[in-house]
């Protein structure tokens, strides 16, 4: 039994490695915004495993935020307002706004079953224009506060580059951010 569960292990560590390094910037992850802070410690194979050998599963970004606020609507017309006055793309990832589940989805037609339906953060550096759950990036931050993205950046300068590009946003700023970057199948 316990070589049984030994090589389920490593398949599945293997499994899970050989996604991550397949993933190209701007790939993503499901996860709900309220189970995020629980979801990012737990492993996905030892519940007992030590935070410390978790270190390779995060990396430090600086995020650059347009706005923050609740209503999805009102951020989503100041992204296009953004675009149109900076050029900084917009990248949905697929992902709209559902009012039943009152969260930010991949629509529930969505081929991969894993993910359909449910909301998954951008988790690495993409210069893009999207809407995410602060709590990705900022964990005090209020559940389903939504923070209008300017883009993720693994070089303060480079985050400090795209904030100038908004200087017109008086609510932007950039913080540095501790992001899961790790499996999460």
Request: glycine share 4%; charged share 25%; with cysteine.
């Amino acid at each position: 039994m316990k070589s049984r569960l030994t090589l389920i292990f490593i398949l599945a560590l293997f499994a899970c490695q050989s996604k991550h390094k397949k993933q190209e910037v701007g790939a993503v992850t499901k996860v709900s915004p309220a189970k995020y802070k629980s979801s990012k410690a737990v492993s996905a194979f030892n519940n007992n495993e030590d935070i410390d050998e978790q270190k390779d599963a995060y990396a430090d970004y600086y995020i650059v935020v347009v706005d923050t606020g609740t209503n999805y609507y009102l951020l989503r017309d100041k992204m296009f307002t953004v675009k149109q006055s900076t050029g900084i793309p917009i990248d949905t990832m697929d992902r709209h706004y559902d009012k039943s589940k009152d969260l930010i989805i991949v629509p529930d037609t969505s081929s991969d079953e894993i993910y359909a339906g449910d909301y998954f953060p951008r988790r690495y550096p993409s210069a893009n224009l999207s809407l995410e759950y602060m709590t990705v990036y900022k964990p005090d931050s209020k559940d389903k506060t939504i923070g209008l993205i300017a883009g993720i950046y693994e070089k303060k300068n480079s985050a400090d580059s795209a904030l100038n590009i908004i200087a017109g946003q008086k609510e932007a700023f950039e913080l540095k951010s501790k992001v899961y970057i790790g499996c999460m199948h």
